[in-house]
C-alpha cells in the first residue's frame, strides 16, 4: 500500500490546523441513549417504482435520497415488474416548513394503499429509471446485468456524504461504491473489489424533479484490499469529514480530511488508536498483509514514537465499538452532545430489523458498547427479513448538523415474499423518541 504523505503543508487551503484528538485520553464516555417511544410515521415511497435500500442526505430544504435496485411497479398486476431491474436510483422528499417530513395521500401502488399517508418519493424520469450512479464501461453498461448472466450491482451502501452545502441551496456531495461482479442475488466474483467515487453537484433549478448532477471522480479510487473509508460511514463536524471503514473481518477504522480535499488521497489522515495519534499511513484491510510502520505529518507530534514494522499493525487502528458490523449511520446529537452511531448487527440477528445505538465523545471515540434500541417489523423473504437499518438526521427539523431533538427518524428495508406483499421492498419510517 502507498504511504500517503501530506504534501499540502505548504498550501494553506486546509486553512487551521487539524487539531490532534478532540477527546483527552482516558476520558470516559457513559452516555447510552434509550427508546422511550416509537411511532410509526409512513411507508417512504414513490407507489411508481419499487425500491431497495434507501438512505437520505439534507440538500437545501429538501431531502435527497439514493437506493438500490429498482423496478417499475404495476398496480394492475399488484407487483413489480420483472424487467428492467435498474441498480441505483435518486429521489427526492420534501420537509413541512415548521421541519419534518411531508406526509401526504398518495396514490396506490408500491407501498400504498392509497389512503394511508405516505412520505412520497419524486424525482427523475419514472419511465426509465436511469441509474443514477452510472455503470461504467467494464461493467456491462445499462444496467449492470451481463451476458453470462453476471452482474455489476452499482449499489450506494451509504446515502451521500454532503461535503458542501451552499446558502442558496447549491451542494456538493461524494459518494463510494464497490466494484463487485455477482453471480446470483449475493454471490460475490470479486473478493475485496476496488471502490469508485462519484462526485454529485446540485444547483437550485425550476425543474422540481432535476437531481444532482453525478460523475465518476475515480475508478478504483480505492484500490483492491483496501479500506474503503466512507463506505462505512460519515460525518462532518467543525469542518472535517470523518471517513468510516472497514477492515476485512468488518473491524471499524477511521480517517479524516477537509470536505474540499476528499477527491485528494493525499491529504487524507489515519486514527491510530493505539497511540490516540492520527498518522499518514493507512492501515491494511486485512491483518494477514505485511504493512510499515505509520508515518506522522509535519503537523503531528514526534514525541509519539513510531509502532515497529509488524505483519500485524491492524489492530493498532481498529476503534473498538464504532458500530456493530452492519449497516448504520453517524450523525452528532447536540441533544446528547455526543457522536452517534444506529445501525444493525451482523451477528446472529443481522438480517433483522434490530437496531443497536452507540455513542462517543468524539469521532475516534471512546465509544460505548452498543445495546439494544429498537426492534422494527421485518418481513418473511427466506434470504433475508430486514436490512438497510438506518437513522435520518436529514429529517430532524433541527437538520442533520444540530441534531437537537429528542429523538430520531429510523427506517429499513422490510424484504417480502412476492405472494405476501407484491413490492417485495417496503421502507417504513418511525418516529423515535429517547427516554
Not at 87 to 103: Q, R, V
Not at 296 to 318: C, F, H, M, R
Amino acid at each position: 500500500m502507498l504511504v500517503l504523505l501530506f504534501l499540502g503543508l505548504l498550501v494553506l487551503a486546509l486553512a487551521a490546523p487539524i487539531p490532534q484528538n478532540s477527546t483527552p485520553a482516558g476520558y470516559s464516555n457513559t452516555i447510552a441513549p434509550r427508546m422511550k417511544t416509537a411511532t410509526y410515521v409512513a411507508n417512504i415511497t414513490d407507489p411508481a417504482l419499487t425500491r431497495d435500500s434507501c438512505g437520505s442526505s439534507r440538500i437545501g430544504d429538501r431531502v435527497f435520497w439514493t437506493c438500490r435496485d429498482t423496478q417499475a411497479y404495476d398496480v394492475a398486476a399488484g407487483k413489480a415488474q420483472a424487467l428492467p431491474i435498474m441498480t441505483n436510483t435518486a429521489a427526492w422528499t420534501d420537509l413541512k416548513s415548521e421541519g419534518g417530513p411531508k406526509l401526504g395521500a398518495g396514490p396506490a401502488g408500491a407501498a400504498s394503499d392509497g389512503i394511508k399517508p405516505i412520505l412520497q418519493m419524486y424525482g427523475g424520469d419514472a419511465m426509465t429509471m436511469p441509474t443514477y450512479f452510472p455503470v461504467q464501461a467494464n461493467q456491462c453498461p445499462g444496467s449492470g446485468a451481463c451476458g453470462d448472466g453476471t452482474r455489476y450491482p452499482v449499489w450506494p451502501d451509504q446515502p451521500p456524504l454532503v461535503a458542501q452545502n451552499g446558502q442558496d441551496g447549491s451542494a456538493v456531495t461524494y459518494t463510494w461504491t464497490p466494484n463487485v461482479q455477482l453471480r446470483g442475488v449475493n454471490n460475490g466474483i470479486t473478493e475485496n473489489p476496488s471502490h469508485n467515487l462519484y462526485k454529485g453537484t446540485y444547483s437550485p433549478s425550476a425543474d422540481p424533479n432535476a437531481v444532482p448532477k453525478v460523475e465518476l471522480v475515480a475508478a478504483a479510487f480505492y484500490g483492491e484490499n483496501e479500506v474503503a473509508y466512507g463506505r462505512y460511514g460519515s460525518v462532518i463536524s467543525k469542518d472535517i469529514a470523518y471517513l468510516y471503514g472497514q477492515t476485512a473481518d468488518q473491524q471499524t477504522v477511521l480517517a479524516r480530511v477537509a470536505p474540499g480535499k476528499i477527491e485528494d488521497r493525499s491529504a487524507y489522515e489515519y486514527y491510530q488508536t493505539s497511540t490516540q495519534r492520527w498518522v499518514t499511513t493507512a492501515p491494511v484491510f486485512n491483518a494477514s498483509t505485511a504493512t510499515s510502520a505509520p508515518s506522522y505529518g509535519a503537523l503531528e507530534s514526534t514525541s509519539v514514537p513510531a509502532v515497529s514494522p509488524s505483519k500485524d499493525t491492524q489492530s493498532t487502528y481498529i476503534i473498538p465499538n464504532a458500530g456493530f458490523g452492519g449497516q448504520g449511520t453517524f450523525y452528532y446529537s447536540s441533544y446528547f452532545s455526543r457522536f452517534v452511531w444506529i445501525g444493525q448487527s451482523s451477528g446472529m440477528d443481522g438480517m433483522l430489523a434490530n437496531f443497536y445505538i452507540t455513542t462517543a465523545p468524539s469521532p475516534e471515540g471512546p465509544w460505548t458498547e452498543p445495546t439494544s434500541l429498537f426492534q422494527g417489523e421485518s418481513g418473511d423473504h427466506p434470504m433475508a427479513q430486514a436490512y438497510t437499518l438506518q437513522a435520518h438526521p436529514s429529517l430532524l427539523p433541527s437538520g442533520p448538523d444540530v441534531a437537537s431533538e429528542a429523538g430520531i427518524y429510523l427506517s429499513w428495508t422490510q424484504q417480502w415474499q412476492e405472494t405476501t406483499v407484491g413490492s417485495v421492498y417496503v421502507t417504513p419510517l418511525v418516529w423515535l423518541e429517547f427516554e
